[in-house]
């Protein structure tokens, strides 16, 4: 799930609009599947800013973060998953 929240224009920059995003990863087990898998702790926040003059995103920022506790044939494991995006557009 995203959730994308308008926050006003940017304090440096009024003709670009800022909008926070939260995300929120759930999962569903395979009915046969002999592994299984637990999101121990997540979170996932970014941040974009949309140039409403040229009508285009001008930049984002992403960081995504989920902990994954996984069993199978009586083993356990936790995964760590660290994801950092950014993108600025060039002129």
């Not at 440096?12 to 637990?38: F, G, H, M, P, W």
């Amino acid at each position: 799930d995203k959730n994308y929240t308008y926050q006003g224009p940017d304090p440096k920059n009024a003709s670009l609009a800022a909008i926070d995003l939260t995300t929120k990863v759930t999962l569903e087990q395979a009915a046969n599947s002999n592994v299984t898998i637990k999101i121990t702790s997540q979170g996932g926040k970014g941040s974009f800013l949309f140039d409403t003059e040229a009508g285009r995103m001008q930049s984002s920022n992403l960081k995504d973060t989920m902990v994954t506790a996984i069993s199978t044939m009586g083993q356990s494991f936790d995964q760590v998953t660290e994801t950092d995006t950014s993108m600025t557009l060039k002129k």
